[in-house]
């Protein structure tokens, strides 16, 4: 046990030994350690700079990195900037236009590249500035690096803005394309040939593909005003040539209500040629090349043509002068000026609505309707009024010869000009627009009514003028004049309105009237040509007594007229055959008994057959006989009057 112990206590000496050694290095390492604490407070005392900005570059990594791409980007372009501006000032405009503008659009996109470039940089860097001047290091020299290289970035940026004001190398640019522009104009105008009518204005596709390029840079550059003017005012100027070459000095005529649509008739014509020439060629023209060269630009386009259509003033005069037709004194001959105007439009409807359309062409469009209305109106007052203006020519006096009226004919010829293939459906067309603005229903049959009336006038004329002839057979070759010339009316257009009947009532009354002026006039000769008992030579008292009757006849009867030609043949051709084989046996007899007469019968034939102005016109001697029986067969007939048939 004692050995125990003895050891118990060597252990014990030898631990509190080692533990009296450790305790005195553990007091050593405390100081050490103390030591390295100072020292490494003072080096972080000397160090806490560099630590606090190494960290800030580490926040702003991402910052840097960013702003470097378009930076580098900028350095790039900016060389490409100066290689294209230089290209361009050397680029000659007028030689090669083509590649004047492919490098004036390539400069164009490298300025608007640098410039978004500059300002993507520009807003990365502010945000580096920002970040490093909230954590303190204002002095640090990468701060001043990066304000230095966003000022100089910002300085960049107005490249652009600086090349399109006075003097920079876009602005230069874009005055010679307008210079160029203009310049193109210019070549290809040509004066129009003064033989011709009109001669047509026309660009090669190479210059308008050329004038569209040089407007599409002006008008991404926003330089199109000059341009605009510059090509109006061109147009303007050969639009204006072109119609002082057609000679229409009609259009400034004073027009009055006063005045005769029949004095204007010829100026009218050319109204409705040149207008039809102005819409169809110069203005369509006019058009087309605005759509060419502005094809991109509606806007542009369409109030280009309007400058157009307006400064060169025509089209307005046109309209104008239109309008002042509708004003003049009223008559038939204006109806169908009227019509003529309105078939004019009504042609070019289609393209007028093309060419002038749009809040620009308001003046024309007003002025267009304005001259429908007028047309319309005007045309529908002297359609129902014309039977009231035949009716008024009753108080004058038909003509002495007996012959047609020229009131007769001009109002059947004007009947079937207006039932003809070219004006009937403008003027059912016409009514038809008159009659829905008064909210009427439009019948056909009111249109073909009123030329009855029309018809029905002339006959009372005709009724009221045959008891104005003093000689009854005067009166009788009046009344066979006008049925013939009715019943000449067969197979025309008012003939068919009139219908089959009314062409068969005007040949009986045309052959009744002939009949009644045969007996009125040459019946006493036939009775003095008569003698009882067996046939002699001709007395005396009753040759004297045919001679004074036939000179008497002669004389009053070749101062008529009947204007029919075939008629005229057959009448006379009846008189010849009815008495002049009897005078002949007479002539011959007396010829036999040495008896000489004052006619013989082949002066007596002659003389009947130059009878109211006729030409010599040989008939069949079917149709004669047919004739002459029915003429003989009406003359024992008491039928009363009817020019209205």
């Known amino acids: 046990m004692a050995d125990n112990l003895a050891a118990a206590r060597t252990i014990l000496k030898t ?67 100066h290689q294209l501006e230089k290209a361009l000032s050397l680029q000659p405009c007028q030689s090669d236009l083509v590649s004047y503008l492919k490098i004036m659009k390539k400069l164009e996109e490298a300025l608007k590249f640098l410039t978004s470039n500059c300002r993507l940089a520009v807003q990365w860097l502010g945000g580096i500035i920002e970040f490093l001047e909230e954590n303190a290091v204002a002095n640090n020299i990468y701060l001043l690096n990066v304000q230095k290289l966003s000022e100089l970035l910002v300085e960049i940026q107005v490249t652009d803005q600086r090349a399109r004001l006075n003097g920079g190398i876009l602005f230069t640019a874009l005055n010679k394309l307008e210079i160029q522009f203009e310049s193109i104009l210019t070549k290809n105008s040509v004066d129009s040939d003064k033989n011709c009518s009109i001669a047509l204005f026309q660009i090669p596709e190479l210059p308008i593909q050329t004038l569209q390029s040089i407007f599409d840079r002006l008008h991404a550059n926003g330089r199109v005003s000059k341009c605009l003017s510059v090509y109006i005012e061109a147009r303007v100027s050969f639009v204006r040539k072109i119609f002082l070459d057609m000679d229409l000095a009609f259009l400034d005529k004073p027009l009055t209500e006063f005045d005769d649509t029949q004095d204007f008739e010829e100026d009218i014509d050319k109204w409705c040629k040149y207008f039809e020439v102005a819409i169809k060629k110069v203005f369509d023209l006019e058009f087309s090349l605005c759509n060419g060269v502005f094809k991109r630009e509606t806007d542009f386009s369409v109030s280009c043509f309007a400058e157009i259509a307006v400064q060169s003033s025509y089209i307005v005069n046109f309209l104008q002068f239109g309008m002042k037709i509708t004003q003049c004194k009223k008559n038939p001959i204006k109806l169908i000026k009227l019509l003529d105007v309105f078939a004019t439009l009504e042609t070019l409807r289609v393209d007028f609505n093309r060419l002038f359309k749009g809040e620009a062409c308001s003046q024309i469009q007003t002025l267009t309707r304005n001259l429908i209305k007028g047309i319309v109106n005007r045309s529908c007052e002297i359609f129902w009024e014309l039977p009231f203006q035949v009716e008024l020519q009753r108080s004058y006096s038909p003509p002495s010869d007996g012959s047609v009226p020229k009131l007769v004919t001009f109002v059947t010829n004007y009947c079937n000009t207006l039932l003809g293939d070219r004006y009937l459906p403008i003027l059912t067309q016409v009514l038809g627009i008159y009659g829905n603005w008064k909210h009427e229903n439009y019948d056909e049959k009111v249109l073909l009514n009123q030329f009855c009336s029309i018809i029905k006038e002339i006959g009372r004329n005709l009724d009221s003028w045959s008891q104005s002839h003093e000689e009854l057979s005067l009166s009788f070759i009046f009344m066979m004049n006008n049925h013939s010339h009715f019943h000449n009316m067969k197979s025309t257009k008012l003939g068919d309105t009139m219908g089959e009947s009314w062409i068969r009532a005007h040949e009986y009354y045309r052959d009744y009237y002939a009949a009644l002026y045969f007996k009125q006039s040459w019946g006493s000769l036939l009775v003095l040509l008569k003698r009882d008992g067996e046939l002699s030579s001709f007395p005396k008292r009753q040759k004297a007594a045919f001679d004074e009757a036939f000179d008497g006849i002669y004389k009053k009867h070749s101062n008529w007229v009947i204007t029919d030609e075939n008629l005229r043949e057959k009448l006379c051709q009846l008189v010849i055959h009815t008495f002049l084989p009897v005078y002949r046996n007479y002539s011959i007899l007396d010829e036999n008994n040495s008896k000489s007469g004052k006619y013989t019968p082949q002066s007596l034939e002659l003389m009947i057959q130059n009878l109211f102005k006729p030409k010599v016109k040989k008939s069949s001697s079917g149709k004669y006989t047919l004739w002459t029986h029915k003429i003989r067969n009406i003359v024992t007939d008491n039928h009363s009057l009817a020019l209205t048939a």
């Open 15 to 81: 631990s509190m030994e080692k533990s009296k050694a450790f305790t005195f290095e553990l007091h050593k390492t405390n100081s050490r350690l103390e030591h390295i604490n100072q020292t490494l407070s003072s080096l972080q005392t000397s160090f806490e700079p560099n630590l606090s900005h190494k960290c800030t570059l580490l926040a702003v990594r991402e910052k840097i990195e960013l702003a470097i791409v378009p930076t580098i980007a900028v350095r790039k372009i900016f060389n490409s900037v």
